[in-house]
């Protein structure tokens, strides 16, 4: 299982960004998605997760950020609004597949709120 990371970019306080994550299996054989980040000096903390039918945010993201996907693309999303320079950090999709839930990384993308 691959996943390829993308979308991430330097961003005014305030602004906007759209994370895609790209999975090389069917959308339909994972059964939970989210997303992580590891900012300068901090350890990797969860930002989001969809699984369950549930989503989840972290306190410090809720009402900013969605996370979604797109299962005809085998896509999934991490729409970042009113980012703020907090949120600078690579961020990584992770997801969990089959009934062994098995883990898989992506390999992370540089988000860069910075005036």
């Known amino acids: 299982v691959q996943l390829q990371a993308s979308g991430g970019g330097l961003v005014q306080p305030g602004g906007s960004l759209r994370l895609s994550c790209a999975a090389s299996?069917?959308?339909?054989?994972?059964?939970?998605m989210g997303w992580y980040r590891q900012g300068p000096g901090k350890q990797r903390e969860l930002v989001a997760t969809?699984?369950?039918?549930?989503?989840n945010y972290a306190d410090s993201v809720k009402g900013r950020f969605t996370i979604s996907r797109d299962n005809a693309k085998n896509l999934l999303y991490l729409q970042m609004n009113s980012l703020k320079p907090e949120d600078t950090a690579v961020y990584y999709c992770?997801?969990?597949?089959?009934?062994?839930?098995?883990?898989?990384w992506g390999q992370g993308t540089q988000v860069t709120v910075s005036s």
């Open positions: 969809m699984g369950g039918g549930s989503t």
């Open positions: 992770r997801v969990r597949v089959g009934v062994r839930q098995e883990i898989y």
């Open positions: 299996i069917s959308i339909f054989s994972i059964v939970a």
